[in-house]
């Protein structure tokens, strides 16, 4: 029996003003332009204070509201999507992991999505330009999309036997049988969205940047050039010597400035196109990226982790007519996104969310006292998961997370004794584990997850019809442990 989220808080998660009714002003009808950045962690981003130069994503957060701690229900990217485009946790919305035999790797077909609320409810024309395999249609993360752009041929990702990268430091033609560079999928989206000129209806647009997830495509030289990089020659192996984690901190940096270049292109037609005040824009990761500091801390450089380096992730939100360079204290969740999109647009939704609007947040409303925000990551049954001993001692479990805000439980399904609670106002980076299992807060915390019946896994259906490929996920990275290897092993 599904929990309701509604029964689990004092006060209504959902907030939604009323539709317009006889007398009052129609409701809006602002373009929604949702752009996810793949493993972007917010202290690199130039509006929370981070390294890189990111100018126009830093525009957006001038011209909206920037929240300051906002989890991802995941730290790895299809589980995280599915949260994103639903407005429901993990639990809810059925993805559970990137694949296994014994619980669900799709989206459920009777989930509704953004763009098929938008669609449906509003006539929006609907859209996506994406980067990479893991938010194909594999996933059915297509759902409710009219047109679903990712320039990858499944078929012969189908048919490869390629599990491993060909190749390091792809500059042309800028994508693998995986993946693709961000200058390409930006592309894909000012096609759609000058084929959408003269249009009488609004228009959803999705756009999916993957180029910080590894070190495979790195930008075109002459890019490089500009910004006086200086990266190896294309080549079949990494600089000798090199770990494959301080290659990917190396790259990490320029990469998101390429990225945040190629969303500029796309900001920069919106502007020229005179639609950039009427349009909704929503930037938002996945999850994060472990680095050097992660692998310092937590022996742990990529993702996948539930420790915040993997689940804090930027949020930035521009609705139309709202007061500019807003930001908003406390915390919120990924799964927050899609219900404040149908508020500002005065839309309720046709299923109960697990997130509520943040509408009020962002006109200076006091966040929540009760609020938690939940993730996971089913190591233990995902296939795709690094095999026993690569991942850090006790990382291999079922996790589940809850936080508040300052306490954080990672809950160890299988060996609770193996459990983690930290106090991220005295303890921001992790380091203390204060975790017994008669700590008030653990009792709190797991009692929460247990209301929500969050250990509740269900078998896979093939929603979208076709089968994970392997060779796909191995190709991205995923399966693998190198963080104590050599680049030029190829094995990441």
């Not at 029964?7 to 998660?13: Q, R, Y």
């Not at 949702?34 to 130039?46: A, H, I, K, Q, S």
């Not at 076709?466 to 990441?492: I, K, P």
Request: with cysteine; net charge negative.
């Amino acid at each position: 029996m599904r929990i309701s989220p509604l029964s689990l808080l004092p006060i209504p998660l959902l907030l939604f003003s009323s539709c317009g009714g006889k007398g009052e002003a129609p409701p809006p009808r602002w373009n929604v332009l949702l752009v996810t950045l793949d493993t972007t962690r917010p202290d690199w981003l130039g509006c929370y204070g981070g390294r890189a130069a990111t100018p126009n994503i830093d525009r957006v957060a001038q011209d909206g509201a920037r929240f300051e701690h906002c989890q991802s229900t995941a730290g790895i990217t299809p589980m995280s999507h599915a949260s994103i485009l639903t407005g429901l946790n993990n639990y809810n919305h059925g993805m559970r992991v990137f694949y296994s035999d014994e619980v669900s790797h799709q989206l459920k077909s009777s989930v509704d999505t953004l763009p098929e609320i938008l669609g449906k409810r509003r006539g929006y024309a609907t859209g996506a330009s994406l980067s990479a395999y893991v938010v194909s249609e594999i996933y059915n993360l297509q759902q409710g999309f009219e047109t679903f752009l990712h320039g990858l041929d499944l078929d012969k990702i189908d048919a490869s036997k390629q599990a491993k990268h060909q190749v390091f430091f792809e500059r042309e033609p800028g994508k693998t049988l995986t993946q693709r560079r961000s200058d390409l999928t930006a592309q894909d989206a000012l096609t759609w969205l000058e084929e959408r000129q003269g249009e009488d209806r609004p228009w959803c647009l999705w756009i999916h940047l993957f180029d910080v997830h590894d070190y495979t495509i790195i930008p075109p030289d002459d890019f490089a050039q500009e910004h006086d990089w200086s990266f190896p020659a294309q080549t079949t192996r990494a600089p000798k010597g090199m770990k494959s984690h301080e290659l990917r901190q190396e790259l990490y940096g320029p990469e998101l400035t390429y990225m945040d270049s190629q969303l500029g292109r796309v900001l920069d037609w919106l502007r020229e196109s005179g639609q950039y005040d009427d349009t909704l824009i929503v930037l938002v990761a996945d999850h994060g990226q472990g680095l050097l500091d992660g692998l310092e801390r937590h022996g742990w450089a990529k993702h996948r982790l539930l420790y915040e380096w993997a689940v804090h992730v930027p949020l930035i939100i521009k609705i139309p007519g709202e007061a500019p360079t807003t930001v908003v204290p406390g915390l919120v969740s990924t799964v927050d996104i899609l219900p404040t999109i149908l508020d500002a647009l005065e839309l309720q939704p046709d299923q109960p969310l697990d997130g509520h609007s943040l509408l009020g947040r962002i006109r200076g409303a006091a966040s929540q006292q009760s609020y938690l925000a939940y993730a996971d990551a089913l190591n233990k049954i995902d296939h795709h998961a690094p095999p026993e001993g690569k991942l850090p001692a006790g990382q291999s479990d079922n996790l589940y997370c809850l936080s508040d805000g300052r306490w954080k439980l990672i809950w160890h399904h299988e060996n609770p004794k193996e459990g983690q609670l930290y106090d991220l106002e005295a303890d921001p980076e992790e380091r203390t584990n204060l975790f017994s299992e008669d700590h008030p807060e653990v009792r709190r915390l797991l009692g929460q997850l247990e209301a929500r019946d969050a250990f509740r896994l269900e078998p896979p259906t093939d929603e979208g019809g076709r089968s994970v490929s392997a060779t796909a996920l191995g190709g991205l990275g995923y399966g693998g442990g190198d963080e104590d290897a050599d680049a030029d092993s190829h094995d990441h």
